[in-house]
């Protein structure tokens, strides 16, 4: 009905593909890495490590992992660089002024992507309350087909596979993916001195037609800082 579609369209921004834009060919998704560290002292293994037996998990029922942390740093980072939230629609880009975060589970019967609506919205609490109920519907195949349907962005973990870095493909229309991987100790250069840390890959797969360099450069970085340093996300810096 027309409210619905009135409340659909307020919260997206239609721009027509530049001529540039349209002699790139559908074939290119490029694929982008980075090393994150955890050097400082109020990482998100900090904080799981201080938090998740006291306060969180008593309030909140629910524990404190990785995950929410990284839904929040990429809600956080599309929200500034809306190109990677963005969607192409024939000869239209629709820019989103919402995060339909669409996040890997796996299955006995593979992997499939439920959507966590209005993550940007969310709290750790809301964010981890949502994964664990559609993590375990996934699993008992329970799922529907709408639930699955709508995202805007996802994030996909090979770590819990091993995976030390990979190239996560594209789920049409979206324009970006982020691939986790597994946490292994490496040798940095830290303060004149090489020191053992715990480092990830993150690797994002976009669509060149839509995000450029800068942008998939920007928002790879930007997750980075929110996941090295959680007090961005904290206070919304």
Known sequence: ????????????????ISATKKGITPNSIIGLSHPISVPNHRTPRKYIVETDKTSFEKKHSIKLGFMSFFAKACCHAL????????EIDEND?????????????GTPAGLVAPVIKDAHKMSFAD????LA????????GTLSIEEMQGGSFTISNGGIYGSLMSSPILNPPQSGILGMHKI???????NDEIVIR?????????????VDGKGAVTFLVRVKECLEDPNILLMDL
């Open 198 to 210: 715990p480092m990830m890959y993150l690797a994002l797969s976009y669509d060149h037609r839509i």
């Open 1 to 16: 009905n027309l409210k619905s579609f009135l409340a659909k369209t307020v919260n997206k921004e239609i721009l027509k």
């Open 184 to 190: 292994q100790e490496r040798p940095i250069a830290l």
């Open 133 to 140: 109920n559609m993590g375990a519907r996934a699993r008992e």
């Open 93 to 105: 880009v629709v820019y989103k002024n919402y995060v339909n975060m669409a996040i890997a589970v």
């Open 79 to 86: 929200l500034e660089i809306p190109e990677v939230n963005a």
């Open 127 to 130: 964010i981890e309350k949502a």
